[in-house]
């Protein structure tokens, strides 16, 4: 291992980097901006009765979040060049905790989503920030191990975060999810001014506004389109949808065109000259899809289906959710010894084969089997994710690093919001075209028969996986020439 990009961890003054304190304080933070997100989602039925809602209307608390992500985490790479890490990470809290306290208060519908919106700001500078300070803070060699960590935290957030809520709902109020984030975000604000130290080097891009509106439209149109499809009025057909998406398509392609003709891009998009960071972009897209749908489809099946609370329908998830946590640092550091490989491709069969016996779950089946089949879900989701996404940003030289971290947070959330669309349109369309076909059709068949097909969804993203994964390699880390 060079010493050209991987110098020993000092930060711009010549001091050694605190990691131990650094990356709690990211940690922290990071995990409440996950668990915020998806202890919502469980909320959302009690929410559409409690505020009057309709389901449409509800997920824009879901679709906002996201749609903001999805808009600034581009402008994140560029942020990290124009503003230290510590300025960020006390901006990042700043919003986290202004939005989450509003959310806390939030006394009617108008008000959660603004606070949803302001939650989302924080969510997204925090995001590219730590995994752009953990490729700088670590040599590549213990990168794995490092991304394991925050694997089991960014996993372990949104599997507890639906029994945690479903718990609080029943005992409490849906304010009270707001409520236990609070403290541990003012830890996480108090951690960051004692220890952040700054990790990337400021070089102050020339900012350009063509730019930024571009890839605004483009990401925004794209989340927009997508998620409105999902929402179920006119569906794909509509005029909503339709031009969303296309003006999305179209602000994107100019935006990359833009991006390749200027000196200082504000994403610089030849990153993806690097073979084995363009995989590792790809598998990380299938695996936010693969996740994001089945997390969506599955408790409402288990709430619509089988008739279960909010709690329960948590609790059945729990396990999954904890067994991935406990992987994710144990294939971290697999990969560091053995490379990407032997994870990814089983990872893939394994997630595949899941899905593929949950295409046949009937409201009859056990929830043993459930917890077996979700928790088999999980084990090949902690084998791809981590191991892909090191392995694609280790090959990155170091000025290339906010770029490689704003592409992969940036498609997350597009992936994220492609994948949900698609699953609940899949999983409407056999719900209705059941009712349509069936002699004495009965609701809880149909919306089985629209679960089955959303899961075979599922499981051809995850064979196409698979196929992709047959050509990952693993990244020696040497002498890169700058």
């Known amino acids: 291992m060079e010493a050209t990009i991987h110098q020993p961890a000092q930060d711009g003054a010549g001091k050694p980097f605190k990691v131990v304190p650094i990356m709690i304080a990211l940690l922290i933070s990071g995990f409440i901006g996950l668990f915020s997100e998806t202890a919502l989602n469980v909320a959302l039925t009690d929410l559409m009765e409690l505020l009057s809602i309709t389901p449409a209307t509800a997920q824009w608390l879901t679709t906002g979040y996201l749609l903001t992500l999805g808009i600034l985490v581009p402008v994140s790479g560029f942020l990290l060049q124009w503003f230290t890490t510590k300025q960020l990470f006390v901006a ?55 991304m394991g960590i925050i694997g089991l935290v960014i996993m372990f957030a949104p599997a507890i ?58 990401f925004g149109g794209i989340v927009f389109g997508f998620s409105s499809a999902g929402e179920g009025e006119g569906g794909w057909s509509s005029a909503k949808v339709i031009v969303s998406l296309a003006i999305g398509i179209v602000a994107l392609i100019l935006f990359s065109v ?35 749908s089945s997390m969506l489809v599955l408790p409402i099946y288990l709430q619509s289906g089988f008739g279960m609370t909010a709690f329960s329908a948590g609790l059945l998830m729990l396990p999954g959710g904890i067994v991935n946590g406990i992987l994710s640092p144990i294939m971290g550091r697999l990969f560091d010894k053995y490379g990407p490989k032997w994870l990814v491709l089983p990872g893939f069969l394994i997630a595949a084969s899941a899905l593929w016996f949950f295409s046949d779950v009937t409201p009859a089946s056990t929830s043993a089997l459930i917890i077996v089949l979700h928790s088999c879900l999980m084990i090949g989701i902690s084998m791809i994710m981590m191991p892909a996404q090191t392995n694609g940003l280790n090959e990155l030289p170091r000025e290339f690093y906010p770029d490689g971290t704003a592409i992969m947070n940036t498609l997350q959330q597009v992936a994220g919001a492609i994948g949900t669309a698609l699953a609940v349109s899949i999983m409407s369309a056999g719900t209705s075209s059941y009712m349509k076909t069936a002699n004495n059709p009965n609701p809880i068949d149909a919306l089985t028969s629209g679960v089955q097909n959303a899961f075979l969804f599922g499981m051809i993203v995850a064979l196409a996986g698979l196929a992709l994964s047959l050509f990952i390699k693993r990244v020696i880390v040497k002498g890169h020439k700058h």
């Open 258 to 292: 833009r991006q390749l003709r200027m000196k200082n891009p504000m994403i610089n998009l030849r990153a993806f000259k690097f073979p084995m960071f363009v995989i590792g972009v790809a598998t990380v897209f299938i695996c936010m899809m693969i996740i994001l």
């Open 92 to 146: 990042s809290l700043a919003f986290s905790i202004l939005g989450t306290l509003t959310a806390a208060l939030a006394p009617s519908f108008e008000v959660l989503l603004i606070a949803r919106v302001i939650q989302a700001i924080g969510t997204a500078i925090m995001l590219p920030l730590m995994f752009n300070t953990i490729l700088v803070i670590f040599p590549a060699e213990k990168r794995g191990a490092a």
């Open 161 to 218: 975060g639906p029994t945690m809520a479903g718990l609080l709902i029943e005992k409490l109020s849906w304010h009270w999810i707001f409520w236990l984030s609070l403290p541990f975000l003012a830890i996480s604000l108090l951690c960051g001014i004692l220890f952040m130290q700054n990790v990337s080097k400021i070089t102050k891009p020339k900012i350009d506004l063509l730019s930024i509106v571009l890839s605004t439209l483009g």
